[in-house]
Nanobody
Framework: QVQLVESGGGLVQAGGSLRLSCAAS????????MGWFRQAPGKEREFVAA????????YYADSVKGRFTISRDNAKNTVYLQMNSLKPEDTAVYYC????????????????WGQGTQVTVSS
């Protein structure tokens, strides 16, 4: 069992930055690939970024490539999402997820989810 708690969301102006954190419980964090997803009001959940269990591989949605960076610290059981050059269309609830499968952009391949953190980007 893995419990995930996101933090770091908030209100920021367009062009600004935020860093989201996702703290995981359990001693097997390093066994899991991790992903970030987001869901805007009235829209379906969408993939944002993923990172392999070792941190050696990452993958990004085209909409955030070059602006967002996913990373992890297995010693701290934490995964991060550094978000730069934020745009109003990045406004959403951001969720982290953990999965034993290799890193994936498909939400159904993740086994555990956090409760989400709100990110609001004003224009």
């Amino acid at each position: 069992q893995v419990q995930l708690v996101e933090s770091g969301g908030g209100l920021v102006q367009a062009g600004g930055s935020l860093r989201l954190s996702c703290a995981a419980s359990g001693r097997t964090f390093s066994s899991y690939a991790m992903g970030w997803f987001r869901q805007a009001p009235g829209k379906e959940r969408e993939f944002v970024a993923a990172i392999s269990w070792s941190g050696g591989s990452t993958y990004y949605a085209d909409s955030v490539k070059g602006r967002f960076t996913i990373s992890r610290d297995n010693a701290k059981n934490t995964v991060y999402l550094q978000m730069n050059s934020l745009k109003p269309e990045d406004t959403a609830v951001y969720y982290c997820a953990a999965g034993l499968a290799t890193m994936s952009l498909r939400g159904y391949e993740y086994d555990y989810w956090g409760q989400g953190t709100q990110v609001t980007v004003s224009s």
